[in-house]
């Protein structure tokens, strides 16, 4: 069995973790999915666990994405099962970004998955991440919704990748793959947002 599978796999295991759901238990009586937005991830941690545990929240959730990403990069080689070296990061890539959204360990669901997308576009682009930063941080400022930040983000990105990394369309499609599956798990927001109701973001 190639490692590239063996490593998607892996990939996919690592973001079934729940990462804000095992330190609320560990460390708060805050249950998420049972307070604020209901989801398990760093934004909703951050309002009812404290910004604490949010942080950490959102740094494990990032690392879900790249530690996969990362460990192709360095250990599959150029050409496995006639599949580019690409196609095997881009795997590795959509796996944990998968299982944060569709964790095993939590029936098949999961959280938004933003920030583990991050983590899974950091090694692949880092220059597109920068800009969604900028991108992410203008909304958030001027409008202080961080659900609005997360979906322009996710919906501006593929176009940074067609752009920063022309030479993979693998690349290309699992971003927009991500975006889909975002915008699908924001649809509660999105309708808030229609709404006028979306909480606001108070630091």
Request: aromatic share 10%; hydrophobic share 50%; with cysteine.
């Amino acid at each position: 069995m190639p490692i590239g599978i063996l490593i998607a796999l892996f990939g996919y295991l690592l973001g079934s973790v729940p990462t804000g759901l095992i330190l609320t238990k560990l460390f708060s009586k805050v249950d998420p999915r049972k307070t604020g937005s209901k989801n398990i991830g760093a934004t909703n941690i951050f309002r009812t666990a404290g910004k604490a545990l949010g942080i950490l929240t959102l740094v494990g959730d990032v690392l879900k994405g790249v530690i996969p990403t990362v460990i192709v990069m360095h250990l599959v080689p150029a050409d496995q099962w006639g599949l580019s070296r690409h196609v095997w990061i881009a795997l590795a890539g959509l796996s944990p970004f998968l299982g944060h959204v569709f964790s095993i360990f939590l029936g098949f669901k999961g959280g938004k998955g933003v920030a583990t997308a991050l983590g899974v576009y950091l090694p692949i682009s880092t220059i597109s991440v920068l800009i969604e930063f900028l991108i992410f941080a203008g909304i958030v400022w001027k409008w202080r919704y961080i659900s609005l930040g997360s979906i322009a983000c996710a919906t501006t990105i593929p176009i940074l990748i067609a752009f920063f990394r022309s030479d993979s369309q693998a690349y290309f499609i699992i971003s927009v793959i991500i975006a889909a599956l975002i915008l699908y798990r924001h649809q509660s927001n999105i309708s808030r947002l229609l709404q006028g109701t979306e909480n606001k973001w108070k630091a």
